[in-house]
């Protein structure tokens, strides 16, 4: 159910360039799932209006405690990083439909590909594929060492390599590069991160089941608005979706690329 509180920051951090990692605190944590979204008004004047769609990299149930990484590049996710430890931010959520934890065999392996700010919410879907006894390898892709970030983090939960485009940490190239070079043995894949890089992994792994999480611009979150719509491909019976209510995690092939 999509509720709307006034969240306290607990922790607030800038752990790689003007890459932000923030903890808040509310009810609604105990709702979210990996791979969905919440919408924060960064503040409570009218100017930036919009709410920001940040996806989820950590749910902490027990502490009520939920850790979304972002890259502040506009107004909005300026005035959200200068927030302080016991600020309130406006949150609506969980949003949108996340990874499906249980397409995931039993005692198999498991495939996540992140590039850049589409990283995070693989990061809550690892711990839990590990805690399920899933067999994570995990590929992600920077522009440079400076923008990577959880390199350690995910190295506890999996088989985990870096590349970056200029060659600053790991390999040199993109996703893909590495991806040819370790030819991974794998029963599903999971993505989220830009639309050339999830391109490439439907033409890479036709026969491989997979899932990506698109990063739409968004307007309302909610479904009302049309900002996200999206033109789908014929293997579904609908024209377009919606990330935001539809998404933001599709099967591999339902939406044109
Ligand atoms: Fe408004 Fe998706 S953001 S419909």
């Known amino acids: 159910m999509i509720q709307q509180e006034r969240m306290i920051v607990v922790r607030q951090s800038e ?14 944590v105990q709702d979210m799932a990996p791979g969905q979204f919440v919408h924060i008004r960064v503040s409570d004047s009218f100017e930036p209006l919009l709410r920001r769609p940040l996806s989820i990299a950590n749910i902490d149930k027990e502490a ?3 850790t979304i990484i972002y890259r502040a590049e506009g107004r909005g996710t300026e005035i959200l990083s200068t927030k302080q430890i016991g600020d309130e931010v406006d949150v609506l959520g969980p949003l949108g439909n996340g990874f499906p934890v249980d397409a995931a065999p039993e005692g198999g392996t498991v495939l996540l590909v992140g590039g850049g700010i589409g990283v995070p919410p693989l990061y ?20 440079t060492e400076d923008v990577a970030f959880y390199e350690e983090q995910f190295s506890t939960l999996g088989d985990t390599h870096f590349v970056t485009v200029d060659g600053t940490n790991g390999t040199k190239g993109f996703v893909t590069d590495l991806l040819e070079e370790l030819k991974p043995e794998f029963d599903l894949f999971y993505a989220c991160g830009p639309l050339p890089m999830l391109r490439a992994l439907e033409r890479f792994y036709p026969e491989k089941p997979g899932y990506l999480s ?20 014929e293997a579904t019976d609908q024209d377009y979706v919606k990330v935001c209510s539809d998404g933001p995690v599709f099967p591999k092939g339902v939406i044109q690329l």
Do not use: D, P, W, Y
Not at 19 to 26: K, R, V
Not at 132 to 143: D, M, N
Not at 214 to 233: L, P
């Open 64 to 66: 009520g405690e939920a």
């Open 15 to 28: 752990i790689a360039q003007h890459i932000f990692e923030l903890t808040l605190q509310g009810q609604i």
């Open 214 to 233: 698109f990063e739409e611009r968004m307007g309302c979150g909610i479904g009302a608005c049309f900002a996200c719509v999206c033109k789908t491909t």
């Open 124 to 143: 809550e879907l690892s711990k839990v594929l590990n805690a399920r006894g899933i067999r994570t390898i995990q590929v992600f892709g920077f522009a």
